[in-house]
């Protein structure tokens, strides 16, 4: 009895745990790229980013640079590049959405809002 009390407390604290560091990221849009660079490194909505690269539209080759943006007060659009996740998604880039009132700042404290491209 002991021991599934044990266990069950253990895989309670380890969702906890993945709960705080998975976010609930709602995926926009994504695009094929021949290359894509960014500043910011991946999905960092603490940090503004910017990306750029050649995206690849009805076969034309487009030259693209956006920036990390706030849709509202509470709402970042976070743009990523693939190969931040590895290389089997280096011909990709993505925009996702994220509440910033769900993203840790530290272990206590979540964000309060989006400025500037970048939950604070």
């Known amino acids: 009895m002991n021991k599934k009390i044990l266990f069950y ?20 849009n994504q695009w094929n790229v021949s290359s894509c660079n960014e500043t910011d490194a991946g ?3 603490l940090n503004f980013g910017v990306n750029n690269g050649v995206a690849i539209i009805n076969g034309s080759f487009v030259p693209f640079n956006v920036s990390d ?4 007060n509470v709402t970042i659009g976070e ?17 996702f959405s994220e509440d910033c009132r769900t993203v840790p ?13 970048r939950c604070i």
Request: charged letters at 0%; glycine letters at 8%.
């Open 79 to 95: 743009f990523v590049c693939g190969s931040s996740y590895g290389p089997q998604y280096s011909n990709m880039s993505a925009l």
């Open 69 to 72: 943006f706030c849709y509202s």
């Open 43 to 45: 999905i960092d909505y």
């Open 9 to 28: 407390g253990v895989v309670l604290a380890l969702v906890g745990c993945l709960a705080y560091f998975v976010y609930a990221a709602t995926l926009v």
């Open 105 to 117: 700042i530290n272990a206590t404290t979540n964000a309060t809002s989006c400025v500037a491209g």
